[in-house]
Each structure stands twice: as C-alpha cells, then as structure tokens.
C-alpha cells in the first residue's frame, strides 16, 4: 500500500473556535454529541457477583483493548431482565470512562449478549459509524486529557462525553467520510497485520537459530550422541550436559518484603519488569530508594559475569546482564552469577533457547501463575561445550541475532508509520483537513 502524497482540500477553511481542532471547512459546522446520541452509563455490579461460570460476560474497563472488547477476559453473571438497559447491541460504541485507557473505545460487531459494567458507557446512534471516527482521534484524545489535568487519574463523565463536539453535516457526507475511512483503515490494517505476522516469523527464526546453536553447535559435520534427556536430544560428542548450579557461584532472589521507596533516591528497585533487554530496563516508574534503605538488606552476590532472570509473571525467564549498577532485587528478579571462567554470552543465550523455555515451562506445570523458582533455576540442565567453543557459538549469535532484531526494528517502523498515518489519516478526514470526495 502506497502512502498518499497530496491531500484534496476543500474551498474555504474558517476558525472553529475550538484550540486542538483549528480550521475548519467553511460550510460545516460542530454541534454537541448529545444532538444526534444517547448515552448508557454501566450498572454497577458487585464484584463478588461476578466468576467465569456465568452466562453473560460484563465488559469492564479493563476489557475494552485494540478497539474491541476481549470478551476471553470478561468476568460473567447470569442474565436478569432488570440489566435489559445495560446489555450491548450490535454498532454500540463502548467507552471506557476511568482509568489509564480512558477514552479508548470498542465498536460492537456482533449480537453477543453481554452488559456493560459501571465507568464504562455506551454510545448510540444511528450515526454511528461516523461518530466512531470523530472520538478515534488524537482530537477526543486531547479533549479527555485537558478535562482530566491536574486529577490522580484519567477520568470522564457521561455529560463530557456528549459535550464533545462533532461535525454537524449532511448525512451524506457522514457516509462518504466513513467509507473512505473503512476502506483506507482497513487497507492500514492490513498491512500492519501483515507486518507483524512477519514479524512472528523473524522472532521464530531467531529463537531456532539460538537453539540450534547451542544444542548441535557450529560445526554440522561434527559427531552426535544421546544427551540423555528427551527434551534436548543429541548433542556433539565432545559436549557434556551440566547443571546450572555447577556453573555459578551464586543463584538467588531479591527481597520478599516492600521497602520504603524515595523518589529522589538513587537506587532502583529492581523487578521482573525491569528485566529483558541485554542491560537493566530503568523507566519514569521504576521505583527508587535511598542510600540509608538499601543499607538495611543483605546485598546479593552480583558481578560482572550476573545474569538477572525474570521468576515469575507473563515475562518468566526474561534475562538481562548485569552492569554494575547498585540496585536492589524484588522477588521476581532473580540472578544467576557465573563463576569466573564461564562465557556469559553463552549461558545467557542458552537460557533464551526454546530448550530452556520447555524446561521452564515444564517447572511450571499444574500452577495457576507462572512462578520459576530458584530450585528449577538450580537443577537447570545446559549443554556445554568448551569455552572455546562457547566464545564462538557467542559471537555467531550476536552477528545472527544483530541481523534477524535489525530486520524486526524495520518491520516495526513499517507498523510505527501506518499506525501513525492512521491517526493523521482519521483526524483529517472529521476535521475537514482533507477532502474525500
């Protein structure tokens, strides 16, 4: 799909009087969402109400991601006739009112039952389809965060929401402006959905050149043998297979317990999250600590031949290097410190392997969350060539993998740019900026 290089511009612009809008076509004019809406505001179920066995799913604010309701992870009560006025149809906008995603909407494709928990509102009309475009936008964006300045958190009303203003023209040109869009953000969709198929692909490939890597080694014509374990398989002749504990000084886990956070501390307080590219992740809400709190723990054993290592939550096994950073572990972050003559690069990428992810897996078997304790991470079986060996199947992998992320960085750029044409492409088209027809 080709970008658009010129925009079709209408006759005349004039002055909207509304700041994040600008100028707008001549002839139009901007009136009230309530001149054309109505609007439900959820019921306010409890929650002790609500399991996974019921028969309707309640969409909550929580539900609402990537402009559609995730009925998978809805919570459900059985179906009364008094919650009639809070069951969804079919072309609903739903909104969510509180909250981080506040103004993120979902449009209603189907006729699936469900009801709409309280802070989150459905938006009806017969203009839907069009109205569904002036609220996607960077412009009703701008317009939730200027109502939500200064407040703990994000947060709209039903009276805000149909106080926004929206175009106010001809039904027909409602129907050529949503057409166009239909057709242009579907062909976006398209390719974004494409790119990131391919995407998967490059991320497969990668973890199968890992784990070719460091299960058969470099050299294809060298001899096999029974590794003795099923999941592994054979491996080189010359190999061993050895536990991780006897390949490390030191395996343990941050502390069990919170500590006394500072903002203008030094020390960051290190978790799971923090946890997955080569180095630490240190972002705007990592949380800190000072000097005088970092002193009332016991340090763990940490070096430069450290590897920190997710134990739990949806990144389990995620790893980083550390770099001498005074940091202090959570319980989810857990290390691994090699002994002196051990290759990093080597273990740590064995640890990324599809290999270690089964084994992780397999330790996690039967639990309801992913925990990956320290006994697993002990008893951990890597293969083990020699450090020569090592030193080289390492700097294979970081020429292969330097070149498959480089290839995955283009891709995501490809989404990053339609994404963003999207945005633009939608804000235009309700605002008079181009013309469709």
Sequence with gaps: ??????????????DSGIEWIGEIPQEWKFAKLAWCSNFVNGYAFNSENM???????VVRIGDIQNNRVQYETCLKVDSREE?????????????????ATTGKLAVICDDKQAYINQRVGIIRSK???????????ESFMQYVALLSAG??????SMGNILDYKIPYISVKEQQMIADYLDKKCGEIDRVVETEKAVIEKLKEYKQSIITEAVTKGLDKSAPLKDSGIEWIGKIPQHWEVIKLKYLSTSIGDGIHSTPNYDDSGDIYFVNGNNIGQDNLIFKEDTKKINLAEFENYNKPNLSENTIFITLNGATYGK???YNGEIVLLGKSAGYVTLNKEQNKKYIRYYLQSNVAKFIMDLSLSGTTIANLSLATLNDFTVTYPSLIEQQQIAEYLDKKCSEIDKAIADKEQVIEKFTEYKKSLIYECVTGKRKVC
Excluded: H, W
Aim: hydrophobic share 35%; glycine share 4%.
């Design 127 to 137: 203009y839907n389809k069009f109205i569904r475009y002036c609220l996607d936008n």
């Design 1 to 14: 799909m080709q970008l658009e290089q010129t925009v079709k511009k209408y006759d005349t612009y004039k």
């Design 83 to 99: 919650l009639k006025p809070y069951e969804l149809k079919v072309n609903d906008i739903v909104i969510a009112m509180s909250g």
């Design 51 to 57: 399991d996974i066995d019921g028969e309707v799913p």
């Design 151 to 156: 407040s703990a958190q994000p947060n709209i």
């Design 319 to 321: 790893t980083s290097f």
